[in-house]
């Protein structure tokens, strides 16, 4: 990164954290999984039916590191402001950090 953009950076205001973390319980064995989602990277951005950008989607499979290979689905949409709308989850359920 140049010294001009690093400055930029420091100069813009505060970015909303942009890596959300959050933890699915697998519905087969019961591991807490802790997941982050990059909110920068790996969302897809969707189109409404006037071909403007309507928000973001995001989706992720995880597998739990014990001997269930249960795969959970993760499923995601975010407003335009990134902001989430609503989640999903096939195979588990969201769980509170401190559950
Ligand atoms: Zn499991």
Do not use: W
């Not at 933890?23 to 920068?40: F, H, N, Q, T």
């Not at 949409?77 to 195979?91: C, K, M």
């Amino acid at each position: 990164m140049s010294f001009f953009k690093r400055l930029g950076a420091l100069l813009s205001p505060p970015q909303p954290s942009c890596v959300m973390h959050y933890y699915v319980r697998c519905r087969r064995c019961g591991e807490v999984i802790k997941a982050r989602a990059d909110l920068r990277n790996e969302l897809s951005i969707e189109y409404g039916e006037d071909e403007r950008p309507s928000g973001y989607s995001y989706r992720k499979v995880l597998i739990g590191s014990g001997r269930c290979f249960q795969a959970i689905e993760v499923t995601m949409t975010f407003d335009p402001q990134r902001r989430v709308v609503s989640r999903e989850v096939t195979g588990g359920e969201f769980v509170a950090p401190d559950e």
